[in-house]
């Protein structure tokens, strides 16, 4: 059993990926999608998306970190994986399952499930295009507007020889509207040549122990909802080793966020670390009550120095012994 962490546009970048690396329970990241048009990007593209290839392609807490490219054109992607895996990259992710409007308007995403044939032959450039013992993985969604073509397109990954396939439990018209629809995955996995990869809605143990049975697959994906439950990952380890884990309650997500007003203040102009800080309080919301006390605190201020006041003033006070 696997668990890897989603590759969340505007959400999880390097900050993110080492706070909750650093919790633990995850084997593998995914950067957010580096758009490729017709140009070979420049290595400072690559640095800037994954600056973990400054460390062998690995988080501070070593975790591998595949560079994930998103385009509609086999020959640029082929260059361009070509380029990430001479830098470093333990291993490539190619996105067919974005659902945003202005990236599948730019033919990339999960527009390009409407075309199992070009799946094949962007996987396959890109397979041909980097070592052998670099894997390559893709990312799907059910379908675009439906299902219907979902074993075409995943015939053709297998057919293009990729190494792995994360299958996102909705369509691009379902968005991230509950329900996953986990028992889709079933017949695609009972006949898959390589390992599948569950995806979607799964926010607490309960939830990964249903999409296992639903999906009957030994790997998953997690997004948003460990960005709600920081530790999910390592709770799912624990039962599966049948260990004892400290789950982290709210002290200890105030001490995260701290760490990660600085972690990200040290890396973005200070305007933006506020932003930061509120965006993932807004997916602790979910999971711990205090997260919305902290956010109504300081969702008006503008500084980080201000921000990290309040987390400050959420933190346990020190007894004297």
Known sequence: MRIMLAPMEGVVDHTMRTMLTAVGGIDR??????????????????????????????TPSGVPVYIQLLGGQPEPMAINAERAAALGAPGIDI???CPAKQVNRSDGGSVLLKEPDRVYKIIDAVRKAVPDEIPVTAKIRL???????????????????????TIHARTKEDGYKPPAYWDAIADINANSPIPIIANGEIWSVKDYHQCIKESSCADIMLGRGILACPDLARQINAEQLQQNTTVMQW?????????FCVVTEEEYEPKYVGNRVKQWLGYLRRQYPMAEVLFEEVKRLKWPEEIAEGIDRHKTPVIPT
């Open 29 to 58: 990241c995914v950067t957010e999608f580096v758009r490729v048009t017709t140009a070979r990007l420049p290595t400072r593209t690559f640095y800037r998306y994954c600056p973990e290839l400054h460390n062998d392609g690995l």
């Open 95 to 97: 996105n067919f399952g």
């Open 143 to 165: 379908g675009f507007e439906d299902r219907s073509l979902l074993g075409d397109v995943s015939q053709a990954v297998f057919a293009a020889n990729a190494s792995e396939l």
């Open 251 to 259: 002290p200890d997500i105030v001490e995260l966020l701290a760490q």
